[in-house]
């Protein structure tokens, strides 16, 4: 396995661990994975029985998660659309669970997004929410020697930011998914130390990926390693 794949195993693993519960409360349930692409999340969840929608802006993904779903067996709808014509595609009160990873950062009003996806959702549903925090960005124009660059993402709000969009602290997205009627069951930071480590060390020392995927899941939940995770996983109903 190369080594962009082992880091991606370790950067997914906490998000596994923490959905699969979520999954299981809901069994063979309708789930709707926004912007989920090529399938990544998608074709897993339907593995495990569910019935899974994904809406994604790009026909090519969808295209290519036709072909990933044929390829594996599974059935996922895929359909064009984004958060921004959600109940359109989909209908109110028409999900169990809502997969948003990564989306957030790229909408010009996250507040009323975050609104949208409630309405999908079923009384009771649940919403896995994984977004881009702003502290640990900090950390990485510092280390990259970009001073200025990190000064000012220090304090800026959370607004769009370059191509990777607009970055959250766990305040701000907490007061969102409060905004927006959630309550919050969990939150996990995700790619604490994996984003750090070196692909050659994946490659060269035997079980180093296994390591890392350990060492990740045994400091996601510490509020003390929060601030220092590139994304935050977060779990609402």
Request: aromatic residues 2%; contains cysteine.
């Amino acid at each position: 396995m190369p080594a962009s794949e082992r880091r991606g195993a370790a950067r997914t693993a906490v998000v596994w661990d923490a959905l699969l519960p979520v999954l299981d409360t809901h069994p063979s349930g309708d789930v709707v994975d926004i912007g989920g692409g090529t399938g990544g999340f998608a074709v897993r969840v339907a593995e495990r029985g569910h019935r899974v929608s994904v809406v994604d802006p790009s026909p090519d993904a969808l295209a290519s998660l036709a072909r990933r779903a044929r390829e594996l067996g599974v059935e996922v709808t895929g359909q064009q659309g984004d958060l921004s014509t959600l109940l359109d595609v989909t209908g109110p009160d028409s999900a169990d669970v809502v997969l948003c990873h990564g989306v957030l950062e790229v909408v010009d009003d996250p507040g009323a997004a975050l609104a949208t996806i409630r309405q999908v959702l079923r009384p009771g549903g649940s919403l896995s929410l994984l977004v881009a925090q702003r502290n640990a960005a900090v950390i990485a124009r510092a280390m990259a020697g970009h001073f200025a660059q990190a000064l000012t993402m220090l304090d800026e709000a959370a607004a769009p930011s370059g191509r990777s969009g607009r970055r959250f602290t766990h305040d701000e997205i907490t007061a969102l998914l409060a905004d927006a009627g959630f309550e919050l069951t969990s939150v996990h930071g995700v790619r604490v130390f994996a984003d750090l480590v070196p692909g050659s060390l994946l490659d060269l020392e035997p079980g180093a990926t296994a390591a890392l995927v350990e060492l990740e899941q045994a400091v996601a939940g510490r509020l003390e390693y929060l601030p220092l995770a590139t994304q935050l996983h977060l779990l609402a109903r």
